[in-house]
């Protein structure tokens, strides 16, 4: 399968391994499998969440986004959990099923906000971006070495944040409960969190359970503005810290799915965090 296949599509990205594992995604646009524009049917709108969402009645007042992102903080084990460590790795699968593939992926993070993920693609080769603190960057078989800057710095910045967990307000203008309703058969909360840096993030928390249960996001791309959902599941303990083990996407109309296999705390060296020699060439 040619490499043309994967134009119009984008790779599964949040600081903990596992956020950046939910917004890697639109960093790495280019690399999913779909027919060309010539063979296609037109795309069709997706949507979010089902016509008979179930709403919260009026009569009942909505928890405040603090009180929910704060649950969802303890369900995972606590802010004290979440401050303990330094750096996380992570390692999976990341699969698109309508196209028949599977990769092998590696996500690090290490405190304050460096980042690096790799995904290893049968057919494709070896897809890696990452934040070292101060340079985003990715390589790809389809774009080569790239140094991101404006918008797509900012957002990387952003979502290579360590703690990222903790949602603190510093990161935020704004957090507000917009409703209760239903997301993927689930009652949910959903929250509404507007960047400091710029755009809106929107979560969905379960209302049985307290922990996060997906959200619908937008990051720039080399290809413009990628907009998607994520649905996380199948919550285990790794250490002291519960996280999402299966993570769904649908990103301009496809369909990709990680599935977390380990995560290991305090163990990333420093180096794995130094930037690629093609990519130290770009660094004027």
């Known amino acids: 399968m040619s490499l043309d296949c994967f134009r119009r599509g984008?790779?599964?990205?949040?600081?903990?391994a596992l956020r950046l594992a939910c917004t890697t995604a639109f960093a790495l646009v280019g690399l999913a499998a779909v027919t060309s524009a010539q063979t296609s049917a037109p795309a069709q709108p997706q949507k979010t969440q089902p016509d008979t969402a179930a709403k919260a009645p009026a009569s009942t007042a909505l928890p405040s986004a603090r009180s929910?992102?704060?649950r969802h903080l303890a369900a995972i084990g606590g802010r004290a959990a979440v401050l303990s460590h330094s750096s996380t790795s992570a390692k999976g699968t990341l699969a698109m099923p309508?196209?028949?593939?599977?990769?092998?992926?590696?996500?690090y993070g290490a405190k304050p906000n460096k980042s690096v993920v790799k995904i290893t693609l049968a057919g494709v080769g070896v897809v890696t971006e990452g934040f070292d603190g101060v340079h985003a960057w990715s390589v790809s078989p389809m774009t080569g070495p790239m140094l991101l800057d404006g918008k797509q710095l900012e957002e990387k910045k952003f979502d290579s944040d360590f703690?990222?967990?903790l949602r603190d307000d510093s990161r935020y203008s704004s957090i507000k409960t917009l409703e209760q309703t239903d997301f993927e058969g689930r009652a949910c909360y959903k929250v509404q969190l507007v960047r400091k840096?710029?755009?809106t993030d929107i979560e969905f928390y379960d209302v049985a359970t307290g922990l996060k249960a997906g959200s619908m996001t937008s990051r720039e791309t080399h290809m413009g503005t990628v907009s998607g959902t994520t649905v996380e599941s199948d919550y285990r303990k790794f250490g002291?810290?519960?996280?999402?083990t299966t993570i769904r996407s649908q990103i301009s109309g496809v369909e990709q799915v990680i599935t977390i296999t380990s995560v290991e705390y305090d163990t990333v060296p420093p180096s794995a965090f130094d930037l690629p020699v093609e990519i130290k060439a770009l660094v004027k």
Do not use: F, W
């Open 240 to 244: 002291n810290l519960l996280q999402p």
């Open 163 to 165: 703690h990222s967990e």
């Open 98 to 107: 309508k196209a028949g593939m599977t990769g092998n992926l590696e996500i």
């Open 10 to 16: 984008c790779v599964l990205p949040y600081g903990r």
């Open 197 to 199: 840096t710029g755009g």
């Open 68 to 70: 929910i992102l704060d």
